[in-house]
T-cell receptor, first 114, second 112 residues
Framework: ETGVTQTPRHLVMGMTNKKSLKCEQH?????MYWYKQSAKKPLELMFV???????ENNSVPSRFSPECPNSSHLFLHLHTLQPEDSALYLC?????????????FGSGTRLTVV | GQQLNQSPQSMFIQEGEDVSMNCTSS?????WLWYKQDPGEGPVLLIA?????ELTSNGRLTAQFGITRKDSFLNISASIPSDVGIYFC????????????FGKGTKLSVIP
């Protein structure tokens, strides 16, 4: 148990579907992140929330929509995705005031778009 | 933006061999972190380094924070099959920074 829980672990969705990824942490952290990890590519930062405010949006297509209702929960809403969006989506959390201990990552959601 | 150059990109080694990988940057970092990612899982923190020149061990793992603050290396001694995975370096550039800079990872394969 890493302290950051992501659900579901695996998701297969059609290009016309709408689905949501959920991330939950009970580490007392107040910053949360979404990363995309594709095969043979480096970790790509998608969104950053610090103190429940979005502070970073790295030119992510609008078919990905994040939501951070409180410091413990983070969602990634998905709609009309493309096959190239298939990847491992990782959620992470940290202290907003400093990264001396880095991020704590969840186990990821393996997304396949068909 | 800041970049971390991590090498090698991949390694195939025999069980029992020692492994060395490193990260370099053109920028100074205040904290260096090393993560390991098992297949199908998220990265897990292995070692954190906070001072230039610092040498820290965690079991068979040893990591060092370079004197120039622009590099770090990770050594694994006497590798075992469960060492397989992707190893990432990450840097924190300064106080108040909320974002890690990651290397592209070193994929380690251990041949029994």
């Amino acid at each position: 148990e890493t302290g950051v829980t992501q659900t579901p672990r695996h998701l297969v969705m059609g290009m016309t579907n709408k689905k949501s990824l959920k991330c939950e942490q009970h580490l007392g952290h107040n910053a949360m992140y979404w990363y995309k990890q594709s095969a043979k590519k480096p970790l790509e930062l998608m969104f950053v929330y610090s103190l429940e405010e979005r502070v970073e949006n790295n030119s992510v297509p609008s078919r990905f929509s994040p939501e951070c209702p409180n410091s413990s929960h983070l969602f990634l809403h998905l709609h009309t995705l493309q096959p190239e969006d298939s990847a491992l989506y990782l959620c992470a959390s940290s202290q907003a005031q400093g990264l001396d201990y880095g991020y704590t990552f969840g186990s990821g959601t393996r997304l396949t778009v068909v | 933006g800041q970049q971390l150059n991590q090498s090698p990109q991949s390694m195939f080694i025999q069980e029992g061999e020692d492994v060395s990988m490193n990260c370099t940057s053109s920028s100074i970092f205040n904290t260096w972190l090393w993560y390991k990612q098992d297949p199908g899982e998220g990265p897990v923190l292995l070692i954190a380094l906070y001072k230039a020149g610092e040498l820290t061990s965690n079991g068979r793992l040893t990591a060092q924070f370079g004197i120039t603050r622009k590099d770090s290396f990770l050594n694994i001694s006497a590798s075992i099959p469960s060492d397989v995975g992707i190893y990432f370096c990450a840097g924190v550039s300064g106080a108040g920074s909320y974002q890690l800079t990651f290397g592209k990872g070193t994929k380690l394969s251990v041949i029994p």
